[in-house]
């Protein structure tokens, strides 16, 4: 049972990046999933949630507007489009199951689970 993400690097303020969190050895379309980041220092902040059904979006006030999650269940993927990059968006970002979207669990209140990957790291910097 593993998630692993990627699609993070280095970018330029401004710029965008596409993360993908893959499942293996389980199928993630059962499941409620979200993002999270943590940048040096900082606490884990959560990001953005989606139902399982695709139905539920839920995402933070500082990345509204400028991130887009998606999912593909028939790919095991979820997605984080990230448009509009600033240097405040630097941190290791990270999938996880989560127990339902709500935004109780985009505030990282509740409902993350252990099930999350390593991260892959985004640097936003000229």
């Known amino acids: 049972v593993q998630l692993v993400e990627s699609g993070g690097g280095l970018v330029q303020p401004g710029g965008s990046l596409r993360l993908s969190c893959t499942a293996s050895?389980?199928?993630?379309?059962?499941?409620?999933m979200g993002w999270f980041r943590q940048a040096p220092g900082r606490s884990r902040e959560g990001l953005s949630c989606?139902?399982?059904?695709?139905?539920?979006?839920h995402y933070a006030d500082a990345v509204k507007g400028r991130f887009t999650m998606t999912r593909d269940n028939a790919f095991n993927t979820v997605y984080l489009q990230m448009n509009s990059l600033n240097p405040e968006d630097t941190a290791v970002y990270h999938c996880a199951i989560t127990a339902s979207c709500s935004r109780a669990v985009v505030a990282f209140e509740n409902g993350w689970t252990e099930t999350r990957g390593q991260g892959t790291l985004v640097t936003v910097s000229r």
């Open positions: 050895g389980f199928t993630l379309a059962p499941f409620a």
């Open positions: 989606m139902s399982s059904d695709y139905k539920i979006t």
